[in-house]
């Protein structure tokens, strides 16, 4: 019964592979999120997408690219890795994307180790 | 980018209520001021929001200032459990996660 869910839980790869993670929410919100923490702890939003559509992208390497396949997944799939990019992704899902009803329900976390 | 200012760590006892503060002076009229939490290793919790009222819920309660500059959010019972970062956030409509408060509860 799990509401928000990432695959897989742990990545492990060489520089220079390719790929993705999996995010599914059961909650019927509109609105997903994928976010970044280093390894300083901070959290960074990178992109959200409502009804399948992208409406924030922030500054984030043209390597990684989300899909939303359908309102209820959000997949971030990552080019070219680089050790940099070894880091904990969280994603997340909200009823809409702003205003009173936008609290965020995030899954476990995938942590991708980059070699 | 966090337009929050929160102290770095507080400790607590068990059983006492936790006070924790966050400054925001620039808030704008539309910014709702939104409480999570970090307990290690797993994702962020929602606790609690709000506009200008005072908001309590099973978790929290939410005191904001009459002129919303500042804002305190309340564990009335605090538990060992309740040992996480604390991150205070305005949100129109993304979050900006700070480096939060980190409140140990001890025993």
């Known amino acids: 019964d799990t509401a928000v869910s990432q695959t897989p839980k742990y990545l492990v790869t060489q520089m220079g592979n390719d790929k993705s993670i999996k995010c599914e929410q059961n909650?019927?919100?509109?609105?997903m999120y994928w976010y970044k923490q280093d390894s300083k702890k901070f959290l960074k939003i990178m992109f959200s997408?409502?009804?399948?559509?992208?409406?924030i992208n922030e500054t984030v390497p043209n390597r990684f690219s989300p899909k939303s396949p359908d309102k209820a997944h959000l997949n971030l799939h990552i080019n070219s890795l680089e050790l940099g990019d070894s880091a904990v992704y969280f994603c997340?899902?909200?009823?809409?994307?702003?205003?009173?009803?936008?609290?965020?329900?995030f899954g476990p976390g995938t942590r991708l180790t980059v070699l | 980018d966090a337009k929050t200012t929160q102290p770095p760590s507080m400790d607590c006892a068990e059983g006492r209520a936790a006070n924790l503060p966050c400054n925001h002076s620039t808030i704008s009229g539309n910014e709702y001021v939104y409480w999570y939490r970090q307990i290690h290793s797993q994702g962020p919790q929602y606790i609690i929001h709000?506009?200008?009222n005072n908001e309590t819920n099973e978790m929290a309660s939410l005191i904001i200032t009459e002129d919303r500059k500042s804002s305190t959010l309340i564990l009335p019972h605090a538990t060992l459990r309740d040992t996480a970062v604390y991150y205070c956030?305005?949100?129109?409509?993304?979050?900006?996660f700070g480096a939060g408060t980190t409140v140990t509860v001890r025993a």
């Open positions: 956030i305005l949100n129109d409509y993304k979050l900006s």
């Open positions: 909650l019927g919100h509109d609105t």
């Open positions: 709000g506009l200008k």
């Open positions: 997340a899902s909200s009823l809409r994307s702003g205003g009173a009803r936008n609290e965020q329900f």
């Open positions: 997408y409502n009804n399948k559509e992208l409406i």
